[in-house]
């Protein structure tokens, strides 16, 4: 009589969450390493190894939705996006420790820098089942980014800024698109 012995086999959620992880904690290390001073590809690299983070972690809590892996990456990818990208832009508030201000000098200044990144939380917050409405937002925010700093940097400012801004919007608005298939109780 033959007898295997079935050992258990990973989930595939579990696998797939540990992949991300990896993906994020190497992203950050080479990160470290080459630096984001002035370099696009650091930056680029830090904004892969953030999104991967926090997807990862994001996926353990959105894996009780029971949707494909792909369904899963739509659903979450604008949201996991647009705290990463807050996060980045709140690493150029940084710059107001580098003034020799007071302390409720400085905390205005910081309050002061952080102001368009208090507004995109708010926004996500409040309309985190709206896809349309943030999409269509992101996508105007974009846009006014570029208008309102058009020959001030180089083309690569223009793409670390308002290109994250207009991909978080055609996600959303993919969100709302297929909104049937990702939520399917939703009746907006």
């Not at 086999?9 to 390493?33: A, D, H, K, M, Q």
């Not at 080459?34 to 690299?45: K, Q, R, T």
């Not at 105007?140 to 700093?149: E, F, G, K, P």
Request: charged share 10%.
């Amino acid at each position: 009589m033959n007898i295997q012995s079935e050992q258990p086999r990973p989930n595939s959620n579990e696998t797939v969450t540990v992949i991300w992880l990896i993906i994020g904690f190497v992203s950050i290390v080479i990160t470290s390493i080459i630096g984001i001073n002035d370099n696009p590809p650091g930056i680029v690299l830090l904004l892969l190894g953030g999104f991967s983070l926090v997807y990862a972690f994001v996926h353990r809590l959105g894996a009780s939705k029971n949707l494909r892996p792909a369904l899963q990456l739509l659903y979450w990818s604008p949201r996991v996006l647009t705290i990463v990208f807050i996060a980045f832009t709140c690493l150029f508030a940084a710059d107001v420790f580098s003034e020799s201000r007071g302390f409720w000098e400085t905390a205005l200044a910081l309050l002061m820098h952080l102001i368009p990144q208090l507004i995109v939380i708010g926004l996500l917050i409040v309309l985190w089942h709206r896809e349309w409405i943030v999409g269509v937002i992101c996508l105007l925010l974009s846009i006014a980014y570029i208008i309102n700093v058009w020959g001030r940097f180089g083309i690569d400012v223009y793409i670390l800024i308002g290109g994250p801004l207009a991909l978080i919007g055609v996600l959303f608005l993919l969100n709302w698109r297929y909104r049937v298939i990702l939520r399917p109780s939703s009746q907006s």
